[in-house]
């Protein structure tokens, strides 16, 4: 006997507080910089022999966040970007003609549930991201400079 489970809204389970979505990025993400941390292979196709490659970004070379936090905040990013093309689609919902106004109601409810649940993604990404932070906190990895 055999049983399968469906969920309405698949975007919303978590595995350890982790979408399934970012623990695919985080996951290409790792296997991506595996290599080049083994000194396997670098961007130019030049193979190293040791240690870290050299950091030609000049944004990267202070940056000390995790790279959970640095997925949290592409994450974010993202969402907000959806988050602003929900908003333009809603605008457009509103703006146009319909036959009836249980149509236009239909489909402006339809993008605010949309909205509403980039909302309450943005709010999950925002927890997630302060709880690694106040992680990399206790670690050292941030410093306290106030006195």
């Known amino acids: ?3 399968t489970i469906g969920f309405s809204n698949p975007s919303a389970v978590t595995i350890g507080g982790k979408t399934p979505a970012m623990i695919a990025s985080l996951n290409e993400a790792t296997a991506e910089n595996s290599e080049q941390a083994l000194g396997q292979v670098e961007d130019d196709g030049k193979v190293r022999t040791g ?5 030609e970004d000049k944004e990267d070379a202070g940056d000390t ?3 959970v936090v640095k997925m949290l905040l592409k994450r974010m990013q993202e969402l907000q970007k959806q988050m602003q093309e929900q908003q333009q689609q809603l605008a457009a919902a509103q703006a146009a003609s319909y036959p009836t106004p249980e149509a236009k109601s239909t489909a402006v409810m339809a993008i605010q549930g949309q909205i509403s649940g980039t909302a309450a993604a943005i709010a999950q990404v925002a927890g997630d991201l302060v709880k690694e932070l106040a992680k990399e906190a206790g670690s050292g990895n941030l ?3 106030s006195v």
């Not at 240690?51 to 950091?55: C, E, I, L, V």
């Open 143 to 145: 410093v306290n400079t």
């Open 65 to 67: 966040h995790s790279l």
């Open 1 to 3: 006997m055999s049983m």
């Open 51 to 55: 240690g870290a490659a050299p950091s």
